[in-house]
């Protein structure tokens, strides 16, 4: 028996089309070929035997969403990134998915891709599911080559990337020119976005990070790159409320990077969303200012994540530097530390809390497990002390500012 007779894929093909209508052939079902991130390569021609997530991956030319999701919950993507053996998938009526057979290609330690065979009118047995790993051998050849074009594309994106980022292209003709050598669309509404990590970004994980931006379709990932333990990504929205659009994103993108990965503590900060090209730097340094914002108030900006909704945070910086060039101290917050040092008190700590919550008592009172009678004491002394009046507005504002300006020194 020669090899041809032994292995039906024992053949050059020219497109991985062919490689599709080969294995369809053999198996006698339609097949579809995709990458690791689920983007369509290839399918088998097909008659009125497939279903409508077949058809919506067709048209799209990647799976959609929905399906994804539903193929993490049931457990199958799990197992297919764990093993090189077929593995039947049964029929999910929610995303219009039939029953199925797939199997994982794979290069030593690294998923490349995966095949799938449609069971809508024939069930695969031993023999098929062993034809199907002969499939998955002759499949990875034709990934491999598809793979170097991309690592070389990435390479040639992030160097441009970080041009833009660092401002050593910053004229919209400059950038405009880099965009179209690349094949790039130039987003008409765009932000960066930064998602920092609790340690350094090995491989495993910027594989991990890779398949869900591939595999994303809430907004579009135009360019990306790792910068040790920070993941730094220029963002187009899709709809009309682009803020809304991009928060949704991190929210996800963070959920799921908990619940796939079990990887924590991941924080995004969002720079100001714009239109014109050069200002792509500023809306990185508008990312990283929200990083150091909230690492430095926590509490405060607890629920903030975009630059734009930062408020007096945006400006603490400049006035920082301000109120140091002039030396100047603000006299109520200073009797008031002055009072605390000497009697052993924490009446700045009662009136940031009180400030932060915006004057409601009740919640203050929580906040600092005092009853509401001992916080109304305190307040009257921290007036009578400060000589504050804690019903101006302005004077309010004024002193909030400096005691936020005042835990910048520390």
Same mark, same amino acid.
Not at 384 to 392: G, K, M, S, V
Not at 402 to 409: N, P
């Given at each position: 028996m020669n090899e041809h007779s032994k292995n039906p894929f024992?053949?050059?093909?020219?497109?991985?089309?062919? &490689?599709?209508?080969?294995?369809?052939?053999?198996?006698?079902?339609?097949?579809?070929?995709?990458?690791?991130?689920?983007?369509?390569?290839?399918?088998?021609?097909?008659?009125?035997?497939?279903?409508?997530a077949r058809i919506s991956t067709i048209i799209r030319r990647r799976v959609p969403e929905? &399906?994804?999701?539903?193929?993490?919950?049931?457990?199958?993507?799990?197992?297919?990134?764990?093993?090189?053996?077929? !593995?039947?998938?049964?029929?999910?009526?929610?995303?219009?998915?039939?029953?199925?057979?797939?199997?994982?290609?794979?290069?030593?330690?690294?998923?490349?891709?995966?095949?799938?065979?449609?069971?809508i009118e024939k069930h695969l047995g031993e023999n098929e599911l062993h034809l199907l790993k002969k499939a998955a051998q002759a499949v990875k050849n034709k990934l491999l080559h598809l793979q170097i074009g991309k690592t070389k594309k990435a390479e040639r994106?992030?160097?441009?990337?970080?041009?833009?980022?660092?401002?050593?292209?910053?004229?919209?003709?400059? !950038?405009?020119?880099?965009?179209?050598?690349?094949?790039?669309?130039?987003?008409?509404?765009?932000? &960066?976005? #930064?998602?920092?990590?609790?340690?350094?970004?090995?491989?495993?994980?910027?594989?991990k990070l890779s398949y869900l931006l591939q595999t994303t379709q809430q907004a579009n990932i135009v360019l990306d790159t790792i910068d040790y333990d920070e993941l730094i990504i220029l963002l187009s929205a899709k709809n009309n409320a682009p803020l809304s659009d991009i928060k949704l994103f991190t929210r996800s993108l963070i959920r799921q990077l908990n619940e796939r990965y079990i990887i924590n503590d991941v924080m995004a900060s969002i720079g100001g969303i714009y239109s014109q090209p050069g200002l792509i730097e500023k809306s990185y340094k508008e990312a990283l200012a929200v990083q150091?914002?909230?690492?430095?108030?926590?509490?405060?900006?607890?629920?903030?994540?975009?630059?734009?909704?930062?408020? !007096?945070?945006?400006?603490?910086?400049?006035l920082y530097e301000q109120r140091k060039q002039q030396g100047y101290t603000n006299y109520s917050l200073q009797k008031l530390k002055d009072y605390d040092k000497?009697?052993?008190?924490?009446?700045?700590?009662?009136?940031?809390?009180?400030?932060?919550?915006?004057?409601?008592?009740?919640?203050?009172?929580?906040?600092?497990?005092?009853? #509401?009678?001992?916080?109304?004491?305190?307040?009257?002394?921290?007036?009578?002390?400060?000589?504050?009046?804690?019903?101006?507005?302005n004077q309010k504002m004024t002193i909030y500012l400096?005691?936020?300006?005042?835990?910048?020194?520390l």
């Open positions: 024992h053949y050059h093909f020219e497109r991985l089309e062919d &490689v599709a209508d080969r294995i369809s052939e053999v198996l006698q079902c339609p097949i579809t070929i995709e990458d690791v991130n689920h983007r369509l390569l290839a399918y088998s021609t097909h008659d009125e035997s497939t279903d409508q929905k &399906v994804i999701n539903s193929l993490w919950k049931d457990g199958t993507i799990p197992k297919l990134l764990s093993t090189d053996e077929p !593995i039947r998938v049964g029929q999910i009526d929610e995303v219009g998915l039939g029953n199925r057979i797939a199997i994982s290609i794979w290069k030593n330690n690294e998923v490349l891709g995966f095949i799938w065979a449609l069971e994106n992030q160097e441009f990337f970080w041009k833009l980022l660092t401002g050593h292209i910053s004229t919209e003709k400059e !950038i405009r020119e880099g965009f179209h050598e690349l094949n790039l669309r130039l987003p008409a509404i765009f932000s &960066v976005v #930064v998602f920092k990590f609790p340690h350094e970004i090995n491989s495993a994980t910027e594989r150091r914002i909230k690492k430095r108030f926590p509490f405060e900006t607890n629920e903030l994540s975009c630059f734009s909704e930062l408020g !007096i945070y945006q400006y603490l910086d400049l000497q009697h052993k008190t924490n009446l700045v700590q009662t009136l940031e809390v009180f400030l932060d919550h915006d004057s409601q008592v009740h919640d203050v009172s929580k906040a600092l497990n005092i009853h #509401v009678n001992t916080l109304t004491y305190r307040l009257k002394r921290i007036a009578e002390i400060a000589e504050l009046n804690l019903r101006n507005q400096d005691l936020k300006l005042d835990r910048m020194s």
